[in-house]
């Protein structure tokens, strides 16, 4: 009887893009995601890393490349013909990369299966985020080795059209030599792009005589865009050009709830940190919780008002611990603070009957529930889950209103643990450009665990009760949405960091200390 043969595996050699993982193809997903190990070299920026440890769902599956690439390329053959299933991931796109195809060449030898998955290069990448078109022809040089170089062809390519050269900073002023001595004009426009398509990505634009100098302080590869597309970065630049871009933005929540406003801020070019100040548990002895369960499936209540997505998790864990789904809010009406703790309560399939009309808040919420009647409303009873710190606004409001409440604790928010000496350390200097506070909690416990935000950073509260905290605290409020939700918020950040380049741009923004200050450091003088 013979034995079943081992499939053998594959070699995929992926290009990943300049560096925003939002640029990988679905190929290269799959690939990422259906790999045995995954590969990479120190020049893979991080944020491509740590998306592939998501991606691939076992960071022990990521391997550092130690080896040459003969040996690398032999080592991932061998590992195929084991059956291994590989990926090797390449920054750009794998044919441009001279190391890269070292290792192609030696899989092949191997006679390993493999494929080439081609990725974004950082020319492409440059042109559309740096706002510099190709025109009608561009020539694109990546230099391996810059003593290869012909300076006429480069003078050819110019004359031409645009030219996009990617090489290393440390060639620049090589790079700079060749062009003169190829016959470019000095005065021929250069821009110099550093981490293309990355949270940092920063342009510079000169001339030829002067990119070196303008390319003081970056490190690593970059991209130079030389000749006509150049001009036209001021009108189309975009990736650069988003309203938070660059900002170090503190959001101190729990990491369950930060990962939703992380995205949202990362839309608008910010740099999110999250740091968790408040932990959610359960309340210290179940029986209220009990009580109002079994109320609700009893018909006791008329209303239950939900004041956070955290309470309507609580209920909702409470319904599943007693075999209880969606229908044991039949009868009964459903209120809400506001749009996110709506959308909590919809995600169960229930559309709430009442949310504020006005501003999302306990305020809001009173002016538009209705008094209770004592003919109509046969069941005078609401019920109210909500935190164990949570303020005795809607209770008194209910209550003068005709309603008779019952206030359970329905979780406990607890503080965090101190984030590092290093977050600590930020937030006490000005480290970060803004924070934003979600709510009054979230404000006394950062201030409680890693000190008062530096009176530079900008502070965003998303409510008035919020705000009323954070100045309690002797914190200067500059943005406050007119809506008390989390997209609302981020935008009144977005404005504010608008109206502030736009002063900037009239002129010196004057500091508290009578200083005048111009320039990008301004931004963090308010």
């Not at 909702?316 to 044991?328: I, P, Q, T």
């Not at 930020?426 to 665990?449: C, E, H, M, P, Y």
């Not at 500059?478 to 609302?488: G, I, L």
Request: hydrophobic share 40%; glycine share 8%; net charge negative.
């Amino acid at each position: 009887m013979t034995s079943a043969r081992k499939p053998v595996g594959r070699v995929r050699f992926v290009g990943t893009g300049p560096g925003d993982p939002g640029l990988l193809t679905k190929r290269a997903l799959d690939a990422i995601r259906e790999a045995d190990r995954v590969y990479y070299d120190r020049s893979l920026p991080q944020s491509l890393v740590e998306a592939a440890k998501e991606i691939n769902g076992d960071d022990a599956k990521l391997k550092l490349i130690e080896s040459s690439p003969s040996d690398q390329g032999k080592l991932m053959a061998a590992a195929a013909r084991e059956g291994e299933n590989l990926v090797r991931l390449i920054v750009g796109d794998a044919y441009p990369n001279r190391l890269a195809r070292a290792e192609i060449r030696a899989a092949s030898a191997e006679q390993a299966r493999f494929e080439v998955i081609p990725g974004m290069s950082h020319a492409q990448a440059v042109a559309v985020y740096a706002g510099m078109p190709p025109g009608e022809i561009r020539t694109v040089i990546e230099i391996d080795d810059i003593a290869s170089v012909e300076p006429l062809v480069i003078a050819d390519a110019i004359k031409r059209g645009s030219l996009t050269v990617t090489a290393d900073v440390s060639d620049l002023s090589s790079l700079r030599d060749i062009l003169l001595s190829g016959g470019v004009s000095g005065e021929t426009a250069v821009a110099v792009t550093g981490d293309a398509t990355g949270e940092t990505e920063y342009t510079t634009t000169s001339s030829v005589d002067t990119f070196v100098e303008a390319a003081l302080g970056y490190a690593g590869q970059v991209v130079l865009t030389i000749g006509p597309g150049v001009d036209d970065r001021h009108e189309l630049a975009w990736w650069e050009g988003r309203p938070l871009y660059g900002w170090k933005v503190l959001i101190p929540r729990t990491k369950e709830q930060a990962g939703v406003m992380s995205e949202r801020l990362r839309a608008y070019g910010a740099i999110p940190c999250e740091v968790p100040t408040i932990a959610v548990e359960p309340p210290r002895t179940p029986a209220q919780m009990e009580r109002a369960i079994k109320g609700l499936v009893d018909g006791r209540y008329a209303w239950i008002v939900f004041t956070s997505q955290n309470s309507v998790k609580a209920i909702w864990e409470k319904f599943k611990e007693h075999g209880l789904d969606a229908r044991a809010f039949g009868g009964l009406r459903i209120a809400c603070i506001g749009e996110a703790t709506a959308n909590a309560v919809r995600e169960f399939g229930i559309e709430p009957e009442l949310l504020p009309t006005g501003q999302q808040s306990s305020e809001g919420l009173l002016e538009v529930f209705p008094p209770h009647d004592p003919i109509l409303d046969m069941v005078g009873r609401v019920l109210l889950p909500r935190a164990d710190i949570a303020t005795e606004t809607l209770v008194q409001g209910l209550s003068e209103r005709g309603w008779e409440v019952d206030d359970v604790t329905a979780y406990r928010t607890v503080r965090a643990s101190p984030p590092a000496a290093d977050i600590r350390d930020a937030i006490k200097s000005g480290g970060f450009d803004a924070v934003l506070f979600t709510s009054s909690s979230t404000v006394r416990n950062l201030v409680g665990i890693a000190g008062k935000p530096h009176q530079r950073t900008v502070v965003a509260c998303i409510g008035p009760a919020t705000a009323d905290t954070a100045t309690e605290f002797g914190l200067r409020v500059d943005a406050k949405p007119e809506n008390a939700s989390v997209p609302d918020l981020i935008e009144a950040l977005a404005e504010y960091a608008t109206e502030l380049k736009q002063r900037l741009a009239e002129g010196p923004i004057k500091t508290r200390r009578g200083q005048k200050v111009q320039g990008p450091t301004a931004l963090r003088f308010r």
